[in-house]
């Protein structure tokens, strides 16, 4: 079989993936919207041989050991597709993120959007976008995001065949920079696997629920009239309702302590998120959003992007940030095979 090589960039969502109605198929208790970030990819080539005696994973430059779990999820990730396929060959999996691990992006979108389209790419299935989506969804949620094109909805759908994601707009349909500014590189202390398990523990989850539909329907429309004012207020908001069920989310830890809920942000999280404040008081259109981590994501349009920049490096001092810009960018595709 041939050797096929994809790439898929990582997504920065809108509308947050935040709690699941099934953990086995990653279906989602919302839809959620996002952007594909144009500075944020992983290449995966996989091929599938006859001669192999079993996977072999090996992630930037270094092979996994077989019980590294994050080996076993990709061949997790190759039987659904050797199912599909009706194969039982073995592959080699090589794959390379252009971004740091913890930088504050998910590498697990665009990692199983490139694994998923250059595993069906090698396996020899011909799969629509909707398909390559919904498989990439079983691998890791957010994925289902990165394989359409620019400004994406995953509908959340009832079941495995209604929960995929469609394209709102080409990446070229507006000019949004995302200047992500990672305050730090540390992994975070609680993934998201655990945070989406917790929501309901929140007194706070139904009125999450309630909002949401409203909001997806604002944030589309934002993104296809392009107004920013009404995109960047949801945009906000919607990463305050996350953060809030996270922040309430109060559980007993396996060590026997209780813990009030999930702190993902930072000392400087919170100085950024405030500093936005002013910046929109001085005049500058820009808005915030956050995910499961320290990392602040600001949103502006392209004519703005240099401003925010300087403002970000003049709070920052001589703190040891990293700045991130990234424009909407396109679908997962093959690239080589
Ligand atoms: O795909 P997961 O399980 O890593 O969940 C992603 C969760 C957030 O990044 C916080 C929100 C989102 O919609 O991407």
Known sequence: ???????????????????????????????????????????????????LKGDTVILDGTELK??????????????????????DTSAKVETENNFPQGAGFASSASGFAALTVAAAGSAELTLDQKALSRLARAGSGSAARSIPAGFVEWLAG????????????????????????????????????????????SPYWQ??????????????????????????????AEAMAMHAIALTSAHNNSNGTWTSGIYYILPDTLEL???????????????????????????????????????????QNDRDWQIIVSEPAGGARVIDG
């Open 1 to 51: 079989m041939p050797k096929v090589t994809a790439m898929a960039h990582a997504n920065l969502a809108f509308i947050k993936y935040w709690g699941k109605v099934d953990f086995k198929l990653n279906l989602p208790v919302n839809g959620s919207i996002s952007m594909n970030l144009s500075s944020a990819t992983t290449t995966t080539s996989v091929h599938f041989d006859g001669r």
């Open 66 to 87: 077989p019980d590294d779990p994050r080996a076993a999820k990709v061949s997790a990730h190759l039987d659904r597709v050797r199912k599909l396929a009706e194969i």
């Open 158 to 201: 009832l079941d495995d065949h209604s929960s995929y994601a469609i394209q709102i707009a080409e990446p070229d349909h507006w000019d949004l920079r995302d200047v992500a500014v990672v305050v730090s590189d540390q992994e975070k202390a609680v993934p998201s696997t655990q945070g989406h398990k917790l929501v309901t523990n």
């Open 207 to 236: 009125a999450r629920k309630n909002q949401v539909a409203h909001r997806l329907n604002r944030v589309t429309y934002a993104i296809k009239e392009r107004k920013f004012d009404v995109f960047g207020q949801e945009l906000e």
């Open 273 to 315: 998120m405030r500093a936005v404040q002013q910046w929109r008081a001085d005049g500058l259109p820009v808005y915030f959003t956050l995910d499961a981590g320290p990392t602040v994501h600001l949103m502006c349009e392209a004519q703005h992007a240099n401003q925010v920049q300087d403002a970000v490096r003049e709070l």
